[in-house]
C-alpha cells in the first residue's frame, strides 16, 4: 500500500511540474503533446494524474524545458537506481528497470554507463556491465571510457573489467549459447582483446597502490581479507573487491535467461 502511495504521489508530482513548465512557456496542451507525440487527450489525462510519461517522454521534456531531473526534485532522484534502469535497457536484462525514479539525461549513452558504473564500484551494477557490452561493444569507446576513468583516478578499473568480462565470455561460450548471442560475444572479445593489447601494466605495476572498488570494503582488515582470496584479473590490476569472473559469467547468463 506505502509502495502505491508512493509512486502515485510521485506521478502527480511530476504531472504537476509539467503543468507549470507548459504553463510558463504558453504552450498549449495540443503543443506539448505534438511535441511529446501523444495525444492532446493522452496529456490532459497525465496532467489531472490519470496516467504517467514513460521515460523517453520524460528525457524529451528535460530537454524541451532545458529543465533536470532534480527540477523535479524528491524521492524520485536516485542515482544508484538510475543506473539500474539505463543498465537494464542497455542489455542487463536481468535487473528490475523501477519505474519509482526519474531518468536521467547524462547517463543517456553506454559510455557514460560504463564509466560512472564503474565509478560507483557497486558490484551487482558492475557484474551487469557484461551483457551491456555484448549488447553494445560497437557503440563502446573503450579508449574514451578509459580516458575519462584515468582523469577520474581509476585507470585499472576498465582494463580489469575487460578481463572478467572476456574470461566470462570463454566460460559462457563452452555452455552452448545462442548463436547470435555466441556472434557478439566472439565481437566483444574480440575488441576487448585488442583493447587490452593497448593498456597491459607496466613492469612496475606490482608496486601500484591497490584500487578499492567494491563501496562495502570499508575497514583496512577487510581489504586485507578479500586481497587474499582475489582472483587473477584483481591481482594482476590491484583491484581490491570480491568479484571473480564467474560473478560476470552468471551475470551473463542470467540476462540471457530473462530476454532470450
Do not use: Y
Amino acid at each position: 500500500m506505502e509502495v502505491a502511495r508512493n509512486k502515485s504521489s510521485s506521478r502527480e508530482r511530476i504531472a504537476a511540474t509539467v503543468h507549470v513548465l507548459r504553463r510558463g512557456r504558453a504552450w498549449t496542451q495540443a503543443e506539448l503533446a505534438g511535441k511529446l507525440g501523444i495525444s492532446q487527450g493522452r496529456l490532459s489525462q497525465i496532467e489531472n494524474g490519470d496516467g504517467s510519461f514513460s521515460a523517453e517522454q520524460l528525457l524529451l521534456i528535460f530537454r524541451l524545458f532545458n529543465v533536470t531531473p532534480a527540477h523535479f526534485a524528491d524521492g524520485s532522484f536516485d542515482r544508484g537506481l538510475q543506473l539500474q534502469n539505463a543498465l537494464a535497457r542497455l542489455g542487463a536484462h536481468h535487473l528490475h528497470e523501477s519505474d519509482h525514479v526519474l531518468p536521467s539525461t547524462d547517463i543517456d549513452d553506454v559510455g557514460k554507463t560504463v564509466g560512472e558504473t564503474l565509478s560507483t564500484g557497486e558490484p551487482r551494477l558492475t557484474t551487469a556491465l557484461a551483457p551491456v557490452f555484448i549488447s553494445n561493444i560497437d557503440h563502446l569507446s573503450l579508449s574514451k571510457v578509459h580516458l575519462d576513468l584515468c582523469r577520474a583516478g581509476f585507470e585499472r578499473r576498465l582494463p580489469w573489467l575487460c578481463q572478467n568480462i572476456a574470461q566470462a565470455i570463454d566460460s559462457e561460450s563452452k555452455t552452448d549459447p545462442p548463436r547470435a548471442w555466441l556472434k557478439d560475444a566472439r565481437r566483444t572479445a574480440l575488441v576487448i582483446e585488442l583493447f587490452l593489447g593497448a593498456v597491459t601494466p607496466s613492469a612496475d605495476s606490482t608496486n601500484a597502490a591497490w584500487d578499492v572498488l567494491d563501496v562495502s570494503i570499508r575497514s583496512p582488515k577487510t581489504a586485507d581479507v578479500v586481497k587474499e582470496a582475489a582472483s587473477e584479473p584483481s591481482r594482476k590490476w590491484h583491484i581490491i573487491t570480491s568479484l571473480k569472473p564467474e560473478d560476470f559469467a552468471h551475470a551473463l547468463r542470467a540476462a540471457r535467461v530473462a530476454h532470450p
